[in-house]
T-cell receptor, first 116, second 112 residues
Framework: EPEVTQTPSHQVTQMGQEVILRCVPI?????FYWYRQILGQKVEFLVS????????KSEIFDDQFSVERPDGSNFTLKIRSTKLEDSAMYFC??????????????FGAGSRLTVL | GESVGLHLPTLSVQEGDNSIINCAYSNSASDYFIWYKQESGKGPQFIIDIRSNMDKRQGQRVTVLLNKTVKHLSLQIAATQPGDSAVYFCAENNNAGNMLTFGGGTRLMVKP
């Protein structure tokens, strides 16, 4: 069964450092997402991406965050200057098509980010 | 603001019993709902979905019920097994966008 793969599985970084989290969505999927989950809390939407541009973003996704699809397979999330409160599990997700009001997302296993 | 939330943070059931996990939503514009299962160390995994024009949908051992009158969603798991132990999230989607809004999660613990 096709999977969304994420690397690294765990990254520890110092506050203020830049972090890049990588995702390989399912190959025939066209819509890509990043979500995050702070320990013990709900999964929160960050950003959606389609046709090489951001289609939606949440209030969490401020100027410190960026996304990129540098080639035909990778989808990255960059945090320019990490803060302690960025510590969370970051999930990449993808879906093949967008149907208004019916989006089943396939999630990766997540990248745990720990900011010290 | 409007949100999706869960009534019970932890549910403990005996193996073989049926489980019911509940979810309340407040966004009346929501027209599509999904249940996800999250096992420890893994990402959310799709279980079942339902559109707002339906009241009930059945899958393998799982049933989702939607009560639009009281804005309530439930997930029923028949003959609960140890492998069902996980955190269950409900999520909503509406025509306003293509993002999912997740509820707070319920941990299901299955006792052997």
């Amino acid at each position: 069964e096709p999977e969304v793969t994420q690397t690294p599985s765990h990254q520890v970084t110092q506050m203020g450092q830049e972090v890049i989290l990588r995702c390989v969505p399912i190959s025939n999927h066209l819509y890509f997402y990043w979500y995050r989950q702070i320990l013990g809390q709900k999964v929160e939407f960050l950003v959606s991406f389609y046709n090489n541009e951001i289609s939606e973003k949440s209030e969490i996704f401020d100027d410190q965050f960026s996304v990129e699809r540098p080639d035909g397979s990778n989808f990255t999330l960059k945090i320019r200057s990490t803060k302690l409160e960025d510590s969370a599990m970051y999930f990449c997700a993808s879906t093949r098509s967008y149907t208004s009001g019916a989006n089943v997302l396939t999630f990766g296993a997540g990248s745990r980010l720990t900011v010290l | 603001g409007e949100s999706v939330g869960l009534h019970l943070p932890t549910l403990s059931v005996q193996e073989g019993d049926n489980s019911i996990i509940n979810c309340a939503y407040s966004n009346s514009a929501s027209d599509y709902f999904i249940w996800y299962k999250q096992e420890s160390g893994k990402g959310p995994q799709f279980i079942i979905d339902i559109r707002s024009n339906m009241d009930k949908r059945q899958g393998q051992r799982v049933t989702v019920l939607l009560n639009k009158t009281v804005k309530h969603l439930s997930l029923q798991i028949a003959a609960t097994q140890p492998g069902d132990s996980a955190v269950y999230f409900c999520a909503e989607n509406n025509n306003a966008g293509n993002m999912l809004t997740f509820g707070g999660g319920t941990r299901l613990m299955v006792k052997p």
